[in-house]
């Protein structure tokens, strides 16, 4: 079982849902990478996102693409980033990590070269964005054989058949993007949501995550009366570009009233 599926299981007894936040490894210094993800977990993340830098983030909005030109200034490449997640876990070997990125710092490494190391490094899970599960079922076995779960996005635009063939492919979480547009753009559309998680979940058994707009305790408890997660990453990202310096304050300042929301809301 990997530590992702453990995670899901663990909430669903306790009556829970999963807080997932994401930052941008490097930003907004490589040596805060570290540190910010322990405080998220302080704060009550219960499974962490983290971006890879990449120069060209097709999916990300202007907040996200900001976090990681900073990360880039610094030199910051994919296997910095799983050198960081190797030092998170000299602390913490419980908490779930999924690398969220786009396929070309990969196919630089190598799929072969590239699941091992991350597997020793202690990646739970990968979102490729540009790796459409019709063109990457080699990839997601591999990725499996290693003990690492392929996740995969789904959008409001997604058909029948897309929500099938992701949720044959996919393992530890489908991830719903909530907006027809990049990270931190447009109106969270709440009806809509509820209208599209039953017909995700009408196909698959895995959970389901909710990302792309979701900006207070409030849109984050409402998301999750139909999700089983939700994944704050662009709100959080403003946190840390505000104040640089006080980014472990901040990031946990902002994180723990969404905990105790779902907690109050969900949690019996």
Do not use: W
């Amino acid at each position: 079982m990997s530590r992702i599926q453990g995670r899901f299981e663990a909430l669903a007894k306790a009556k829970r849902k999963a807080l997932i936040p994401y930052i941008t490894a490097g930003d907004p210094t490589p040596s805060m990478s570290v540190p910010l993800l322990h405080a998220l977990v302080d704060a009550g993340a219960d499974i962490l996102e983290l971006g890879v830098p990449f120069s060209d983030p097709m999916a990300d909005g202007p907040v996200v693409q900001r976090s990681g030109e900073r990360a880039l200034k610094h030199g910051v490449g994919l296997s910095d980033v799983l050198g960081m997640v190797g030092e998170f876990r000299r602390r913490d070997n419980a908490t779930p990590i999924v690398l969220m990125g786009y396929a070309n710092p990969i196919e630089a490494i190598g799929t072969a070269r590239f699941l091992p190391q991350a597997k020793a490094a202690g990646i739970d899970g990968v979102i490729v964005v540009d790796y459409p599960p019709e063109e990457c079922v080699e990839f997601a076995q591999a990725a499996k054989q290693h003990d690492i779960d392929p996740i995969f996005l789904l959008a409001p635009t997604s058909t029948e058949k897309r929500i099938h063939e992701v949720a044959r492919c996919g393992s530890g979480y489908l991830y719903y993007v909530s907006l027809r547009g990049v990270t931190g753009a447009g109106h969270l559309d709440l009806s809509e949501v509820s209208k599209r998680i039953p017909q995700i979940r009408a196909a698959t058994k895995l959970p389901i995550g909710v990302g792309f707009g979701i900006r207070d305790a409030e849109s984050a408890r409402r998301v999750a009366e139909t999700a089983d997660a939700v994944v704050i990453g662009s709100r959080l990202i403003q946190e840390i570009e505000a104040a640089p310096a006080e980014a472990l304050t901040r990031v946990k300042s902002f994180l723990r009233p969404i905990r105790q929301a779902l907690d109050a809301s969900f949690s019996k």
